[in-house]
């Protein structure tokens, strides 16, 4: 007897085998600093604090063509996927990848916000917020900042009551370092074809022997290190807690001022390590204020590496960290901080110490995200580190305009977990410095927060403030 045909409509809704479906939809493996990054957005999404996110503003003179800024978004979300793609572990390889989303809306709509006294172009619909302030804590505490549109960026439009307007992009950090922000806020405004493509290099060519010989030095830093103890302002426990900001903007004489004592401090070549001695002396100072005096500092450093090689893509973490650890006596001086970040840099540099990170995490990339901060923080007795820091250096030099609006400012917001609770963070623009103080509610005072800048702004200038309290020794 003759077989009957195959039922097609019972095949089709036959479920695709799950390998499949991972070989398919995959877009990138993570790779690097990415599995650091998870691990923390894990554990700050596990204590009600949001996951880790960045926030870019582009300060605006005036306001843009909204109908352009609404149409190079829409080519935006069209051009790349990762942008909505969502992160999935494979059951059978164990690679952590990004894989392609399956909403149906893709979109990047531009929300637009004004403050009281703001006027909206066109009878456009807006939505009314007391303050940009207002506006920025909404928009970094709530956790359905991702809800509408794509998963991984959004994007906002606040016309300021004074006149202007701020432009700016919110984003998860495990897609995006503060660099990659400025690349893709390029691609937004300068419109080109994507890079091919926009993901991470191809996998490391190493073998396992060789991995973990490439691994053993950062390994030895860390046993290393653990001989000292460090704290931090939340202290070892994760806490929940708004994010908060405050920031720091230097005119242009006043940041050639900065730029000449970093100069005469630590090199022109070396101006990062005169921001990370400005920003271990400003943490001290919250210290004093609690009246302890912390032995050691530890401060992990992410170093670029995009210019090795993985070209313009906007996307992944493309850094490797250094960690840094000063005592108390070289805090005793600007001068002398600067000088043992300069001697440990050169030190971790000459020892290979950013490739060997790089391949610890290569190694533990086939583990659950948690094992990462459980190692560090098993390391250095559940902290992870003393507070967070980067310099981003000259923002984006193509960012002139947009679509119409003259750019009079431009830097980051990153968000901190806590612990540290806290993080000091520098970016230039067009001769100007910006350093921005994020921390979270319970791990930082505001009095502390304001002692912070207070000794931040004296290193930075150098001028003198009120002596420190009475402290003890910790």
Not at 95 to 107: E, K
Request: hydrophobic share 40%; charged share 25%.
């Amino acid at each position: 007897m003759r077989r009957p045909p195959p039922d097609e409509s019972r095949n089709a809704r036959r479920p695709v085998p799950t390998l499949r479906i991972f070989s398919r939809n995959r877009i990138a493996r993570l790779t690097g600093a990415d599995h650091f990054v998870l691990a923390l957005d894990h554990m700050m999404s596990r204590h009600g604090q949001h996951g880790l996110i960045g926030q870019t503003h582009v300060r605006l003179e005036s306001v843009p063509d909204i109908a352009r800024l609404g149409e190079a978004a829409r080519r935006l979300a069209e051009a790349y996927p990762l942008l909505d793609a969502e992160v999935r572990r494979n059951p059978f390889t164990l690679r952590v990848a990004w894989h392609r989303g399956r909403g149906a809306d893709r979109s990047l709509p531009v929300n637009l916000w004004f403050e009281n006294g703001a006027r909206v172009p066109g009878g456009r619909r807006a939505t009314e917020i007391p303050s940009e302030s207002d506006w920025v804590d909404h928009v970094l505490n709530e956790p359905s900042g991702f809800r509408d549109g794509l998963r991984n960026l959004r994007l906002d439009l606040l016309l300021l009551g004074g006149g202007g307007s701020l432009l700016a992009l919110t984003w998860k950090h495990l897609l995006f370092d503060g660099k990659g922000a400025e690349l893709l806020l390029d691609a937004l405004v300068n419109p080109a074809p994507p890079s091919s493509p926009p993901a991470a290099p191809a996998r490391r060519s190493e073998g396992l022997r060789e991995l973990i010989r490439l691994a053993t030095p950062i390994v030895k830093r860390f046993f290393e290190l653990a001989a000292n103890r460090y704290s931090s302002l939340a202290g070892p426990r994760p806490l929940p807690g708004r994010l908060r900001f405050r920031m720091l903007t230097f005119d242009t004489e006043a940041t050639a001022r900065i730029q000449a004592r970093s100069d005469a401090a630590a090199g022109p070549l070396f101006r990062f390590g005169f921001y990370l001695a400005c920003a271990l002396r400003a943490h001290r100072q919250a210290f004093l204020a609690r009246g302890s005096d912390p032995a050691h500092f530890l401060v992990s450093l992410p170093v670029q590496v995009r210019k090795k090689g993985l070209g313009n893509t906007p996307f992944q973490n493309c850094v490797t960290i250094l960690f840094f650890s000063l005592d108390r006596e070289s805090l005793a001086s600007l001068e002398s901080a600067a000088r043992a970040v300069q001697a440990q840099f050169e030190e971790m540099t000459r020892a290979g110490l950013d490739r060997s990170f790089t391949a610890v995490l290569e190694l533990m990339s086939f583990l659950p995200s948690p094992v990462y901060l459980r190692f560090l923080r098993w390391q250095f007795r559940s902290e992870i580190t003393s507070f967070f820091h980067s310099f981003t250096g000259e923002f984006s030099a193509k960012l002139a305009d947009v679509f119409g609006a003259r750019v009079t400012n431009a830097f980051h917001i990153p968000s901190v977990s806590a612990p540290p609770g806290s993080g000091l963070f520098f970016g230039l623009f067009n001769g100007r410095l910006n350093a921005t103080f994020s921390w979270r509610e319970g791990s930082v005072g505001d009095d502390e927060a304001g002692l912070v800048l207070a000794r931040l702004q004296a290193d930075l200038l150098g001028e003198e403030v009120l002596p420190p309290r009475e402290c003890v020794p910790t």
